[in-house]
């Protein structure tokens, strides 16, 4: 067998198009889902046992069921509830909710990284529970957890090809979209692989970068 | 012990007024005892020091008295009220009562100028102007106004206590606890932190100071109390607790002490960073 890209070539700015939808949808999804991860976690180790056992199950649903099932629950589910969604809304707000299961477990294992004569200091300088975890817990917390963070990201951008199930146009869903015009199937996947590798690739040396630049600050 | 009756009202009594009131404490974690019916006051301006043996429940008896330990039956009265409860907000206590540890526990993310004047501006309201000129002021008393802008892993751990000494000082607190603050110095850094703690006792601060430095708490103290398996033992001026102590396990403390003097300070794991894993 021979591959010949030439038969996609015509096609490769709507892939490109297409990453670009998968590159807006992680960047959102990894931004909403730090900030509710953020908070989940922080809610795991705060001293209320009751709240702590939210957080914890919330994240243990979230981590033990499948990204595509909680996307069909979001898009396919939630409108017989009356609640529609455009695809794209529904497809952040699924992968968000997924992401900040995983940040969660990682902010709570960052909080507890911090030493206890941190509280301590904290505490008797005056600081209430959440002055401190704002002011001195939080920040050491999540400079440690950065590079997890970062990693979380990457998972993401390979994670939101699985939005294509809900017809939403990005990278994987324009390479099903090509594949079917040109019948170039195995042309059309690896290219969209490449493009993933490169994305992945591209984030994970911006990341370094920031992470060199905060740790010499 | 029973505090004055007619203290409560009469402002001539302010000299004679107890700081510290410990009524019939005790603590324990799990089934271990620690504290055993301890009862202490500490007059304002009184600088009481507290010798023992390792695991007598010195910092257990500080930890209760700045509330970072609940205690389990007893009063704890700070300048007549009562704190051991939960009444009081943290930042009550923290205008009452400043504690010094051994690791320091400076902020390791923040400068040492806002190390300084976090707490000030986020409990006591100050602005950022006023803070730092406090905090400047503090700086310059320990003798660190050039390090304003260091971070607490560039300092050396005696750098790092006058920080934390400082930090304290920065909530204008009435009485200083101090946790063994030079046990965690290299033997050279021990000078400079004894020096501020010297000059705090001159400004008549009250002050708790938990200590191995023997020569100090002499030098320094109005009274000593030598704690052991969570009772205090034994306490008078330091003269007498030091040159004819009564009771017998006092003599043994002391003399074990004296006998292992030279030795403990070459030996022994001395650490100077200013938080751990920072
Ligand atoms: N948080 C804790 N949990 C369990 N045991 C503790 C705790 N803190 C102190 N202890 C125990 O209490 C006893 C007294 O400790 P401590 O007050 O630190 O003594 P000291 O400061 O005189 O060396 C020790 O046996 C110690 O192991
Ligand atoms: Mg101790």
């Known amino acids: 067998m021979e591959l010949d890209f030439t038969a996609i070539a015509p096609y490769l700015h709507m892939l490109l198009t297409g990453a670009k939808i998968t590159v807006q949808a992680s960047v959102l999804s990894v931004l909403f889902g730090a900030f509710l991860g953020i908070i989940v976690g922080a809610l795991r180790v705060v001293p209320i ?18 990204l595509l099932i909680q996307l069909f629950l979001i898009y ?39 030493p206890k004569g941190q509280w301590e200091a904290s505490k008797v300088l005056g600081l209430s529970y959440l002055k401190t975890m704002r002011f001195i817990i939080l920040p050491q917390a999540i400079r440690n957890m950065l590079p997890a963070i970062g990693n979380e990201f990457v998972t ?15 990278l994987t869903m324009v390479g099903q979209q090509v594949r079917s015009v040109t019948y170039a199937s195995f042309e059309t996947f690896i290219v969209v692989g490449i493009i993933y590798l490169v994305l992945t690739s591209v984030t994970s040396l911006f990341l370094r970068f920031i992470e060199r630049k905060w740790n010499v600050s | 012990m029973e505090i004055s009756v007619e203290g409560n009202t009469s402002d001539s009594s302010v000299s004679h007024q107890s700081a510290i009131d410990v009524k019939g404490l005790y603590k324990s974690f799990g089934r271990l005892s620690v504290l055993e019916d301890i009862s202490l006051s500490v007059k304002e301006g009184e600088v009481v020091s507290v010798i023992g043996p390792s695991g007598s ?49 400076l902020f390791p993310h923040l400068s040492v100028l806002d190390n300084l004047t976090l707490s000030p501006m986020r409990i006591l309201g100050l602005s950022r102007e006023e803070a730092q000129e ?15 802008n260091a971070r607490p892993n560039q300092l050396s751990g005696g750098q790092c206590q006058r920080v934390a000494i400082a930090r304290a000082l920065a909530m204008s607190p009435k009485i200083m606890l101090f946790d063994e603050p030079t046990s ?86 001395k650490r100077g960073e200013c938080s751990h894993g920072a």
């Open chain 1, 49 to 66: 046992a009751p709240v702590r056992s939210i957080a914890a199950g919330y994240i243990y649903i979230i981590r033990g069921t499948p």
């Open chain 1, 76 to 114: 396919f589910g939630l409108p017989s509830l009356g609640l529609n969604l455009p695809a794209f809304i529904a497809g952040i707000i699924g992968l968000s909710i997924n992401s900040s299961g995983y940040v969660g477990e990682i902010v709570r294992g960052g909080i507890e990284a911090v």
């Open chain 1, 156 to 170: 993401l951008i390979k994670e939101s090809s699985l939005l294509s199930t809900l017809a939403i146009t990005e």
């Open chain 2, 57 to 105: 429940g010195k910092s257990t008896l500080a930890r209760c008295i700045c509330r970072l330990e609940r205690i389990d039956s007893g009063e704890i009265y700070l300048y007549g009220q009562r704190t051991d409860g939960q009444k009081h907000s943290n930042s009550d206590i923290a205008r009452l009562v400043g504690m010094i540890f051994q690791q320091f526990n």
């Open chain 2, 134 to 148: 406090n905090a400047m002021a503090l700086l310059k008393r320990v003798g660190l106004e050039e390090k304003q």
């Open chain 2, 184 to 269: 965690a110095l290299d033997p050279e850094l021990v000078g400079e932190v004894l020096e501020v703690i010297a000059g705090l006792v001159d400004s008549g601060m009250t002050m708790m100071i938990i200590t191995h430095e023997m020569m100090f708490a002499k030098e320094v103290s109005d009274r000593v109390l030598f704690m052991a398996d969570g009772n205090i033992v034994e306490q008078g001026h330091p003269k007498k607790i030091f040159t004819s102590p009564e009771v017998p396990r006092t003599q043994i403390f002391l003399q074990r002490l004296l006998a292992h003097f030279g030795k403990e300070l070459t030996e022994g794991e």
